[in-house]
């Protein structure tokens, strides 16, 4: 009997290119691989066109295509959550549905998987279908992680990568709410081998992830994967009281010991006015990470559901929890 390998893949308004990545690139890639079975888990991310009624046609037809139709827009890292969790693959593999990734590099992945590696992830290996402000931010992104002490996260990464089992399983007992897909599978350790690909044009339509949306997801990555923040903050205020006792100590010394020989008539106004520009742009800074931290803290204390599946949507699905447990 074939092992079977799950692809996972989130959708989310995408109607006007749907039909043709999946008829034209994934099934024409998988078709092709004839020593495995394949199931597809289509994660419906509360598409407000007529994704869903295209998802649940292809499901109708094959029993192989599970749909998992999210109640409302979780966003892509709860989709990719939902889809891992239905999968019943030895392997689970996951892909976007918008055709920048390409499904012709399956075979490589299952390759690398055969030859040992737990996860292999899909690397970008160059830039260019981009415009200069993504590829500076993607850059500065990945500089910043990695001083941040996160040094397993490859630049360029995506979520186009491939689990085996195991790595399935763990990640499913995550708990995280604020949570970044690539980051905590990396942050697992498992034995992972890493396959570059070129990104491409996407098939229809436009991208969800806007700047803004980008930009709270590196927020996202930086506050839920590190205390490297508060631990830098710190420092920054160790070293502001230390400048500003060295910086009181010469002014105390220039201006009332030895009479202001150089002439930088500093009067205290001035004095008290340099400190407290400081201090305060010290306290609003440090309390803006502060508050990121806790509104994470809040967030998990909630104990919210990671996603919510809608049954009546869904097809060809079954109870991941009595799936678990056969495992």
Known sequence: MNKLVSIVIPVCNEEKGI???????????????????FEIVLVNDGSKDKTLEILQEYAAKNKNVKVVSLVRNFGKEMALSAG???ADGDAVLTIDSDGQQPPEKIEDFIKAWEDGAEIVTGVRDHYTKHGLIPKLGSKLFYRILRMMG???TVPGSTDFRLMDRIVVNEFN???EHNRITRGLVDWMGYE??????TYGERMAGRPSYNISKLFNL???????????PLVIFGYIGLFITFGSFILGMFCIINQYILGDPLHLYWNGAVQMAIFITF???????SQSITALYISHIHAETQNRPLFIVSKKASRNIKDPCKTEQKK
């Open 19 to 37: 039909k043709k990545f999946l008829d034209e690139r994934l099934f024409v890639a998988i078709s092709k691989i004839k020593e495995y079975d």
């Open 84 to 86: 891992l969790r239905y």
């Open 150 to 152: 996160n040094k397993t």
């Open 173 to 175: 007992k995550l708990t």
């Open 192 to 197: 992972t081998k890493i396959i570059y690909y």
């Open 218 to 228: 590196a927020i996202d990555s930086f506050v839920s994967m590190s205390s490297t």
């Open 279 to 285: 201090l305060v742009g010290l306290v609003l800074i």
